[in-house]
């Protein structure tokens, strides 16, 4: 049989409708007695179609097909040749048909099909079909070019051409007869003949009419040509020789032509030929129509036919480059075929120039380009009719894919999965938009096909490539690695189950990582509701693809239908697996990913994969039922893991879905079965891992407890050595943890809160005496493993010791909630406190602290430096552990005076060293951690700073704890919301002068009262920290209201400055306890802050920015007068300001102050939160791309309204507070913006003499001096000039204010200004001398006076710099004999500064000035 590579369903179907030969001669014998055509025989048929299924891919047909046919000349240059015979030809189709013509065509019709002579079946253009197996045989030339176009039989139409026809579609659907795609543009998800519904055989005619019009019309300017275009005449004879060559004539002449000619020679002669090309389309499109247009212009009378002509002509440009398109796919048959096919449309114009990909070196560049042309061809060929071509396109497609998504985890690996690898909005410009669309629609075309092998492999290349797309765009904390072993123990949420050895998912809610959406979910239709609508239009399924990339679990359940997809694809494979056969490794892990990643996305969708009656019960029996294999394995672990991880991400959604019969109770027996076993390999041990982490989950709900007894049992053969060998034997200890911890939870509930279980299940009470035995064996193995512990083994070691610790605080816990000594042992104090002494003589705490208190002090997680910190991550988890076991299980047992010295000792010791390594200030790129991470150092943290709370640290080392715990309190995240509020409970540790229990009690209310949600949320943390009886392992509770835009659901986190966030908070009205009552509670609330800051200041300051914790301490100026006339808090502000501004800053200059205030200004503002909000409603833009301009003019109008309040409550009271002046002086420093400065000179006008500060000394006088000056005489010390708008500001203000003194801190500072503006004009610039004889005209005689003499001072004095210049300034202000007023009345007379002899005075001075020059 034939090859039918490259047919459409269609034309399959027509030739499996024909009968075979011997049956047409039989039926051919009856033609003409019947009216009716017979029916094919259906053995037939079916056996036709059974010889064509049984072809695999790429087989090779029984036998080779060898015919002769003449090559198609659609779109062949050769059609220039003969136009006069074309036209004749095109004309006389276009004339009517009589109606008795067509009568006699009626009748002739049943001899039509068939053919009548020889020349008819030479003359006939069959598509000729392109494969290896159908040899061409050279078709004879045709000598009688000269036979009138008349005398030419008419040829017949194919049943393909009859069919088109009878649809309104085209003629000609693609060239060579492949009809690859039936006009349809890649991607663009249109159905066959969509393009060609509106269109007849009399619209074709007619443009094949004006086409040969217009080809004769450009033959004729060729032979009408001038000189200046022969070259053209020369380009179009060239063409035409071309389209008489054979293909090798012509290849043999381009290695000619390559071996003459220079690259860059035959680079310049395609560009200019495919510009010359593309001119002359253009003029033979142009010149007939308008040609075309005129004519019926003339003919009709109007223009009214001009617009229909032009969408004519549109028409049949896009359909020519369709048909390209189909051209060049028609001929792909091989993945090397899509690089040539798309290379061609390029330089055809009839495809875009990709981008690069984010995930490629930029170094391999054409790597990354031969994978971006390979990706978008595979995309055009998923839309293909050919079965063939879609496959070739899903498999090179789902290759790329899975090797992007190893680039990626390589590229998350080593940032340490920090969130700033987050490049998804980059990396969506690499892949082709419709995508997504093109792999959803692949999964129904596959169901269809999946009962053959091609099907199959289609289906699974489909699925793999869901998963390998929703992992790369999915938010990096919602990516579910179902296969672990494929990247090693790294992503830090599986170290959080398996190392670390916790069950809290960390994961953030959907809602705080994805953009919102406007796209509404598909309703249920009333056909097949597990099919995605392939048939939408263009613009949906673009609108779907790109919510797809934004937010993938999202569309894939809102619109894909992609759950009952997966149904129906578990029940086919369903099927196949009892009919024998088996699923492929990558199918099933790809089924368990999306599954999981859909459940991380949305918890009601963990709900419905559960409850989902296609889903779950398959894959559990199939994943969990013993399968021998030829190993000898009971358990396939290439299915059991991926399944046990989709199941314990399904359970920490919620206990409803953990408590369902069907998957997780009727899975116990399997569970069971899988922890007797002995491992034989890491894969194995790695399954028992994950069957008890899922245990564990269930028991954290209180489930599974009728099961307790039996696995007990099961573990007592893995936990009789406790060696850090035995892996295994780590995670029964710490299962048998989470037992004790559900024992006293049930202990310490009533009976009402105790209905899931039942009451005489006696297995939780009981737990404790199964367990006795194994606990003895942590007290008297554990000192034994500390002697044997080495360098080498030390990670082993502690992550074994803290799964002992856990246990035995676990179990210490649980006894004392027991009311009878009979039920539960009790454990040997004295045996604990021998282990804590072990390990305190040990070196294994050191290391522990060390590792997990290495961040601490760090206000914030931008600030840690990962490149510095050589410790993998799964040993940072242990050590957290280690801590965190530790310091439980000596908070039961050592807090007495004789060990709590000795811990207290050690702990001191390390996080003085902490300090000291993290004291300085570091200003980072913003790489921010993992929130799994983040949670284990918080948790360590937590638990040391619980033990030093229960203790008491006393007064040595109090300040060093309260900045570890305000430190701590700015990292914590959403879930820690339980820590938070132990930590502001501490009284002692907040004690500062007796006043922050309101300070206290304003951040417990803000976590408990403040609204219904965080009360919630405070209630789940704690259940998740202290053990309690669980709703949900997520950190954020099941809110039983709707979120409310006007309050913030959650409290956490706080922030970096979270304390100083105080100082810059509104002061609401005091209604619920009176106004009096309101400042009262208010007074008290600042003045804690500050007796806090004060005290970190003095003895540990807080890693935040001197321009930071300057804006909010100037936010206190803003308080109502009651607060700011409290003495505590005039005293403290006063103090804080000069620890902060009262010496030199410490930052490299005081650019950055100035700069780290605005922006936190600006942060702080309405204007910050208005554009937070304007980028997050629109997706589309990366906020990264915004121009800096817009930036900083948000900034300056911030700043300036800031400074707008600040001057508006100083001349209402604050001008009486010496603090308020000095914060207003910082406004004249010089590296803000001129427009500030000069607005707080112009609003503080009238009371500029209030900017000096009474009794203030010399030095801090100098100090404010120096501060606002840039430096001294630029010729000495390189200092650039100042602004003239500076300038002139000090300028009119002296001009205007008249109640300044020379002692006034403002004349001073205008003073300083202006004599070294003038000493500096007067060195470099007559210009500048010029302009400052103007800026003084106005000025008093005693101003322009104190300005000359002070610049001749500074031009005597040969250092220049602005230390000795703003000396010189003081000296001369503070000196009253060289006040003007005190010279004698020929110097006044001199030195009048009067209109009417500046320009003498101003001789003088410059003479004077000059003098100290000559000297």
Sequence with gaps: MANTEGLTDEVVSSMLAMPSPDEERQLHSRKHA??????????????????????????????????????????????????????????????????????????????????????????????????????????????????????????????????????????????????????????????????????????????????????????????QSTSPQRANDIGNVNESMLANMSIDEIRDGVEEVKSILSAESIAFLRNRAKQKRNDQVTQQKDVPAREKITAQNNDVGGPSLTKEIELELEEKK??????????????????????????????????????????????????????????????????????????????????????????????????????????????????????????????????????????????????????????????????????????????????????????????????????????????????????????????????????????????????????????????????????????QVATLQSICGILAMLAVRLPGAALAIANHKGLLPFLASYCLSPRPDESGALFDTQNVLPFLILLCTLARQSKDVAGLDMPFDSIMPHLQGILCLQTDNENELEVQIWSLVLLRILVRYGLAIEHVQSLISIAAPHVAVQKPQNTICVHFLSFFADICDASNVIQSQSGSQLSSIPEQDNSLPMSAVWLSSSVKSCTTSLPALLRDCSSDDRDSVLKMASSQLRFLSSFATAAKQSTTTASVPILSKESCRSVIEGILESDLLKHALETSLGWSYRASWLEVDDESRAIALENEAIACAFVISFMDLAANFATDNVIAPKLLVAVLSVLNNVKSQNGELAHTNGNNVHVARQSWFVEAEYSVLKYLSDIGAGENGRSLILAFAVTLVGRMNVGHEALAY???????????????????????????????????????????????????????????????????????????????????????????????????????????????????????????????????????????????????????????????????????????????????????????????????????????????????????????DFVGDLCESFIEYGGQYVFCARFMRFFFRHDFPTKITKSVAEKLLPILNLLSVEDETRDSLQLSLLQSMKGGLPSMDSSSRDSSALLDIFAAALKKVNKLNRQDYFYMLSISFLSRNMASSFQRCECGLEAMKKRLSGVTSAIFYDVVLTSKQLLCDKSGTKESMVGRVIERCLDYSANFQMQDKETQKLWQWTPSNESATWKMALDLLDCVKDD
């Design 34 to 223: 019947a009216d009716n055509h017979p029916r094919f025989p259906q053995r037939a048929l079916a056996r036709r179609e059974e010889m064509m299924e049984s072809l695999g891919e790429g087989e090779m047909p029984a036998a080779r097909v060898i015919r002769a046919s003449r090559a198609p000349k659609i779109h062949s240059s050769a059609a220039l040749k003969n136009k006069t015979q074309n036209i004749d030809i095109k004309e006389q189709s276009i004339t009517p048909t009589p109606p008795a013509e067509i009568m006699e065509r009626t009748q002739q019709k049943g001899d039509s099909d068939r053919p009548t002579d020889s020349v008819a079946n030479k003359n006939s253009h069959r598509p000729v079909i392109i494969s290896d197996s159908i040899r061409e045989r050279p078709a004879e030339p045709n000598n009688n070019k000269s036979t009138s176009a008349t005398a030419q039989p008419k040829k017949r139409e194919s049943r393909f051409k009859q069919r088109q026809l009878k649809k309104g579609g085209s003629t000609n659907p693609t060239v060579g007869g492949f009809p690859s795609l039936d006009f349809a543009p890649v991607g663009s998800l249109t159905r066959k003949g969509r393009m060609a519904q509106g269109q007849d055989s009399s619209s074709t005619v007619t443009s094949q009419m004006s086409s040969a019009q217009s080809t004769t019309q450009y033959s004729t300017k060729i032979n």
């Design 318 to 583: 896009v359909r020519k480059g369709k048909e390209k398109v189909a051209e060049l796919l028609s001929k792909i048959r091989t993945p090397e075929d899509m690089d040539l096919a798309y290379n061609e449309a390029i330089e055809l114009g009839l495809a875009p120039s990709l981008p690069t990909s984010s995930l490629e070196s930029t170094n391999d560049k054409n790597s990354t380009d031969e994978r971006n042309c390979t990706l978008h061809t595979a995309t055009s060929l998923l839309r293909s009719t050919s079965f063939r071509q879609r496959l070739l396109g899903a498999r090179s497609v789902c290759n790329i894919l899975e090797e992007d998504v190893k680039a990626m985890l390589i590229e998350r690996q080593r940032s340490c999965f920090s969130i700033s690898t987050d490049d998804r909005m980059s990396l969506q410009k690499s892949y082709p938009p419709l995508l997504p669309v093109a792999i959803r629609c692949i999964l129904d075309e596959s169901l269809a096909l999946a009962h053959t092998s091609s099907g199959m492999a289609l289906l699974s290349q489909g699925l793999r490539s869901i998963h390998c797309l929703m992992k790369l765009f999915v938010h990096p904390y919602h990516v579910v690695n179902v296969n672990p072993s494929s990247i090693g123990l790294y992503d830090p949420f599986e170290l959080y189950a398996t190392s670390f050895m916790s069950d809290i998912s960390h994961v953030p809610s959907g809602a705080e990582l994805y953009p919102p959406t406007t796209i509404t979910p598909i309703e249920k239709s009333g056909t097949n509701g597990s099919c995605y609508r392939a048939d939408s239009s263009a613009a949906s399924a673009e609108s779907d693809a790109k919510v797809f990339y934004n937010d993938p679990p999202w569309i894939l359940l809102s619109r894909m239908r992609i759950l009952p997809c997966l149904s129906d694809v578990i029940a086919f494979l369903s099927k196949d697996v009892s009919s024998g056969g088996r699923i």
């Design 982 to 1200: 132990f930590v502001f409970g501490q009284q002692d540790l907040f004690r500062v002068n007796g006043c922050t229990d309101l300070f206290r009690s304003l951040f417990l209310g803000e976590l408990s009262v403040a609204s219904r949600d965080r009360k919630e949320q405070l209630e789940h943390s704690a259940k998740l920290f202290n053990k309690g009886p669980l709703n949900s392992l997520r950190c954020t509770a099941d809110f039983s209201t709707a979120a409310n835009a006007r309050q913030e659901r959650f409290f956490l986190p706080v922030g970096t400055t979270w304390i100083w966030n105080v100082l810059s908070s509104t002061i609401t009205s005091g209604e619920a306890y009176g106004e009096d009552q309101g400042i009262k509670n208010a007074t008290g609330i600042v003045a804690g802050a500050l007796s806090l800051l004060m005290q970190l200041e003095v003895s540990c300051p807080l890693q935040v920015n001197t321009g930071t914790k300057l804006y909010h301490l100037c936010n206190v100026c803003l308080f109502p007068e009651e607060i700011l006339r409290d003495d505590t808090i005039a005293a403290s502000l006063s103090l804080l300001f000069s620890q902060l501004c009262g010496v030199p800053s410490k930052e490299s200059n005081d650019f950055v102050v100035v700069r780290d205030f605005i922006q936190e200004c600006f942060q702080h503002s309405r204007l910050s939160r208005a554009k937070k909000a304007t980028d997050d409603e629109a997706t589309d833009t990366d906020p990264s791309l915004a121009t800096e301009k817009l930036l900083l003019d948000d900034e300056m109008r911030a700043l300036d």
